[in-house]
């Protein structure tokens, strides 16, 4: 719950003039319980001045007066199962969102016409962040299991190009970059090298669901093949660290379908974008941003048809947003480094779709199942789910096609 001076606090940067507050409430986001926090809906209902005023005349006619009401996105510490929120609470990637939208998102939106991401409007450290309410302006995210088409693709790589292009401009308004004006919000808190960090337990049980994936549908694949898969699987923790050949930027890190939301015109198609969960930035360089999205949220068929132009379109996205604040691109990124950091970072990049997918694909009706149960929750995220993988890839087409094809495209990489 809000302490009223908290309500006020969020209030006053929406209502002006006298009012009162006169209660609030949180209710239960449609989906249920996230991986790294619970959403939710807060209403607050209030009354102004001049209503109050009203009120005092009309009760003595027993007549009152409606409340008004004020509609936010709230996203809260995990509650209900104990595993989860000591694992969230120990990786710190709740304090970790809400000290980036105090010190970083919120003074940098001004820099950025039209939006990205959601305003900011309160957070306590522990458990709360509080933003904008977006369903009302009808963005939606698409299901995980359906991939993306082109229109959906373009509208995210601009964002993004947009995000990171208004990244490098606040580094040049505080004149320092972001590993040294946050570093505590640099940190690595997924794909960490920290033996003790639970982090490290949740990837290495990833790393061995993938393994046995390999073993059951890719038998035939020699020592060498497989301990080259091993290899790079375990090199994804390599992006935990900012790259000291390439030029670095703030990244999202996560950008995958839960945390993009569209909205679309009457026809259809694609008008906005937003995105959210901002648990996971990085300081690295933006080509990881790009193809990994693509890899958690499309076909490898398309990826085939369409990467070129997608990259080529965040570049020049990146380009003209960079010039638009005064910064030439020569001086962030050269076009020719941006190719190299996608050739660089592929390998990697495979490796982290592949951990991703397996995950994040899994059925809702699986999900929820074990987020609800702190014994099962704590099996599956960090001691075993490989038999969990297994049952999926045999019972749901879309999970099979597209985990095993992540695997695969490892497997050929390595050939």
């Given at each position: ?100 939208y105090k010190n970083v998102l919120q003074p940098m939106e001004k820099y950025i016409e039209p939006k990205i991401y959601p305003r900011y409007y309160y957070s306590r450290d522990d458990d709360m962040l509080v933003l904008e309410n977006l369903a009302p302006f009808g963005f939606r ?191 962030v990124i050269p076009c020719l480094q941006f190719v190299s950091t996608v050739k660089s970072y592929r390998p990697t990049v495979l490796g982290i779709a592949a951990l991703y997918l397996h995950y994040i694909l899994l059925p809702a009706e699986k999900i929820k199942h074990f987020m609800d149960d702190p014994e ?40």
């Amino acid at each position: 719950m809000l302490s009223a001076s908290e309500c006020d606090t969020i209030v006053r940067q929406v209502i002006d003039g006298d009012y009162k507050i006169l209660d609030h409430e949180f209710t239960k986001a449609c989906g249920g319980s996230g991986f790294l926090g619970d959403p939710s809906f807060l209403t607050i209902r209030y009354k102004k001045k001049h209503t109050l005023e009203k009120d005092q005349e009309l009760c003595r006619d027993g007549d009152m007066s409606e409340k008004l009401e004020l509609s936010f996105f709230a996203k809260q510490m995990p509650k209900g199962n104990i595993q989860k929120e000591a694992l969230v609470r120990r990786i710190g990637v709740f304090t970790k969102e809400a000290q980036l939208y105090k010190n970083v998102l919120q003074p940098m939106e001004k820099y950025i016409e039209p939006k990205i991401y959601p305003r900011y409007y309160y957070s306590r450290d522990d458990d709360m962040l509080v933003l904008e309410n977006l369903a009302p302006f009808g963005f939606r995210t698409k299901e995980p299991a359906e991939p993306y088409e082109l229109d959906h693709c373009r509208a995210v790589v601009e964002a993004v190009a947009r995000f990171q292009a208004a990244s490098v401009f606040f580094e040049s308004k505080v004149s320092t970059c972001f590993d040294k004006y946050v570093p505590q919000l640099m940190v690595e808190t997924l794909f960490t090298n920290k033996k003790d960090h639970p982090s490290y337990k949740h990837i290495e049980v990833s790393i061995d669901a993938i393994k046995g994936i390999i073993l059951e549908h890719f038998p035939q694949l020699s020592d060498t093949v497989r301990d080259g898969v091993m290899e790079i699987l375990r090199s994804t923790r390599r992006i935990c660290r900012p790259s000291r050949k390439f030029r670095n930027i703030l990244t999202h890190g996560d950008l995958w379908s839960n945390n993009i939301l569209f909205s679309y015109d009457t026809s259809g198609k694609v008008k906005d974008v937003r995105l959210v969960d901002f648990q996971l930035v990085r300081y690295a360089p933006p080509a990881i941003d790009i193809l990994l999205f693509m890899h958690l949220t499309t076909t490898r068929q398309f990826r085939l048809d369409h990467e070129s132009e997608l990259l080529d379109h965040y570049y020049e996205t990146f380009k003209r947003s960079l010039h638009s604040y005064g910064i030439s691109v020569d001086d962030v990124i050269p076009c020719l480094q941006f190719v190299s950091t996608v050739k660089s970072y592929r390998p990697t990049v495979l490796g982290i779709a592949a951990l991703y997918l397996h995950y994040i694909l899994l059925p809702a009706e699986k999900i929820k199942h074990f987020m609800d149960d702190p014994e099962m929750y704590d099996r599956i995220v960090a001691n075993n789910r490989r038999d969990l993988v297994s049952e999926c890839l045999r019972d749901y087409e879309y999970y099979r096609n597209r985990v095993l094809d992540s695997v695969l495209e490892i497997i050929e990489s390595v050939n």
